[in-house]
Structures are given as C-alpha cells and as structure tokens.
C-alpha cells in the first residue's frame, strides 16, 4: 500500500488479509488513471451526456426573501436517477472496468444505491448483484423493481437485524470469495481505504462545480456551505474544494430523527453517550453504538441517513473543526421538505431536507447578504408515498 489511508487516527484497513490484493490493486490503479486522460475523458462524457452534469446552481429568490439571505441549491436533484449517488457509480464502474472485472456488487438498504450501481452495470455492461436486507426488500418494492429491470439481481439477505449492515456484511463476504472477477461498489465515503478516498474522488466534482459556478454570478466565495451527512459522500462531496478557503464554513447536517435525547436518531456526532470510536465495516471512525460496543438501532425520516457510523474524513473533519457538524429532527426536515416545495417549487429528497432545515433554523443568525449554498444531494420523488401519511 502506497498510503495507510489514515485520516489521523481515523480511517485505515480493518480487513482480512484475503482483501489486501484487491485493496492494493485499487489503489494503484485509483493513483494512475486519476490522471488518465482517456480515463477521465471517458468519465466527463458519461457524466455530462448520461447523467446530465453540470447540474445548476438555483438562486432561491423566495426563500432568500423569507429568511433574508442569499440561498443557492446545487442541484444533484436533477441528475439520472435522481441524486448524487450516479456520480460514483459511473466513476467505480468505469473503474471496475479498467481493472478488467465483469461482474459489480453493491449494497443497498433503501436501495438508492442499488439503483445507481444497476443503471451504471446496464450502461457499462457489467454483470451486477445487489445485496439487500429481506426486512428492505420488503419496504422498497419498488426500487427491487427498478434494479430488476435494469438487469441487476438482488440477492436477499436474512441475517441480523436484515437491514443495511448485514447487506454490507454480506457483501464483503462475497468480494472476498470472487475478487479476482468482481468489483465491489461501495455507496459512500466509507470502508476501508482507498474507499472514502476514491469516492470523494468521484464526488469532488459537486464542489468544482459550485466554486466555479457561484464566482460566476456573485464573484465571491459563498459564507457557508450546507450538506447532509448519512455516510458522508454528498458532504464531502461539496465541501472538499473549499476546505482550503477558511472564510468559507461548512455545515454537515447529521439525521435528529425523534431527537437526540428520545435515542431514536441517526446522530453520531451529537453530544451523548452513543457516538465513539469504533471499527465498522473496515474503517475506524465514529459509530453509534451501546456500552458494550454493539451497534445501536437507527432512526431517521430519511432512510439515506439512517447508519450507524460516519466517512472516517468526516470525524477528522469535526475533530480539527474544520467542518460543524449538527442535526436536523424529522419534524423540522417535514416543515423544510414543505417549505422548499412551496416556496421554490422544488421536492427535496428527504435526506436534502435535512441541510434545509438548518438554514431555516439558522437563518435569525444569518446576515442579508450571506451567501448559503445547499447541496441538494436528491429530488423527493422517491418519499412522496411515504409523506402521503404525514402531509395533510
Ligand atoms: C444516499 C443519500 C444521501 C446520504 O448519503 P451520503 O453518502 O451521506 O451523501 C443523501 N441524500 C440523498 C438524496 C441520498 O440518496
């Protein structure tokens, strides 16, 4: 391994050792074609004719009006598929594809992801498999149906609490046993190394993006920058270009669910007893779990937000300060949810309407012209059924 993938004392490979080749060989090939220029022209064309970048940079006129501030949203909402999650699957195909592998398998809990990594194995041409929980399988008919229609098969799985983690568990397990034909599509900044890397790397261009985008109409840098943060990948996404500027603040926006004290939330990084250091999944990080180190259940509105442990970056992040991490309630993200729809007419997905939310909450601290960049990492589609309960 060229590096170690430590983000300090996060981060890292907490791995069997069966998984080192194909870590390593990751990584070498991650190294080279990140300045590959038929590697990267190949991916631009993708991104620009098939996923349909660059995304705009919306001005919110009557939002901005209401809170008095100038709120931007980067729109990752109107990408194919509906989020940012096309950005690394089409990187990590077109990758798997450089490594000479037929065959992709991924993860999914609400099955977002699995979307994503079908629509890229259909475009690509790889042989895909989607590991999902049989209790999700259940709750997300018709993201199955998506993922069966676009080639993938999706592969149940019974153990545990038969939901995201035990997908994941699941897996690793098969990559371990078929690494020399298959390339493990890992959803969010999170794993072990060179995942989070390698999909910031695929994420980064969110940022690229926006810096540019907002030097074109304002011709300054924005005063903050806001994201949610399930695993993490949309956020850093977003506030990677700008992690050098220190005028600028950045904001990640974890899931408050029922609230922090009711224990039923997807918080990390809130102060209480349940967010440590832990290792998951191959990384070391923070993790929600008892004091017995087992990992606690998790709750959010938005199913995106709903894991147990945080990109190792981001505990770095909050741990230098550089980045200010905080939570939104379901209750709150509701009222934003409505409010985006009514004021912009723009359904926010209910992971993105978390981020709202905190602007809305902190707009009594903002100044008339602060400029606030959101990252609307999806398009609320996929939760209109789940709201049709809850909106009246
Ligand atoms: C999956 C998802 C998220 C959470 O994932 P991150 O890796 O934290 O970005 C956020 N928003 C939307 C719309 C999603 O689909």
Known sequence: MKSLGKFDEFGGIFVPETLMPALEELEETLLKLKTDKKFNSELMQLLEKYAGRPTPLTFCENLSRKLCCKIYLKREDLLHTGAHKINNALGQALLAK????????????????????????????????????????????????????LGASVKPVNSGSKTLKDAINEALRDWTANVNTTHYLLGSVLGPHPYPSMIKFFQSIIGKETKKQILEVENRQPDLIVACVGGGSNAIGIFDEFIKDKTVRLIGVEAGGAGIKSGSHA?????????????????KTYVLQDKFGQISNTYSIAAGLDYCAVGPEHSLLRQSKRVTYTYATDKETIEAFKALSKEEGIIPALESAHAVAYVIKAAKTLKKDDIIVINLSGRGDKDLDQMEHIIK
Do not use: C, P, W
């Open 98 to 149: 450089y490594l000479g592998k037929k065959r992709l398998i991924a993860e999914t809990g609400a099955g977002q992801h699995g979307v994503a990594v079908a629509t890229a194995g259909a475009k690509l041409d790889l042989q895909t498999e989607i590991y999902m929980g049989s209790k999700d399988i259940e709750r997300q008919k018709l993201n199955v149906l998506r993922m069966k229609l």
């Open 267 to 283: 918080s990390r990084f809130s102060d209480n007893l349940l967010g440590r250091v832990g290792i998951i999944h191959g990384t």
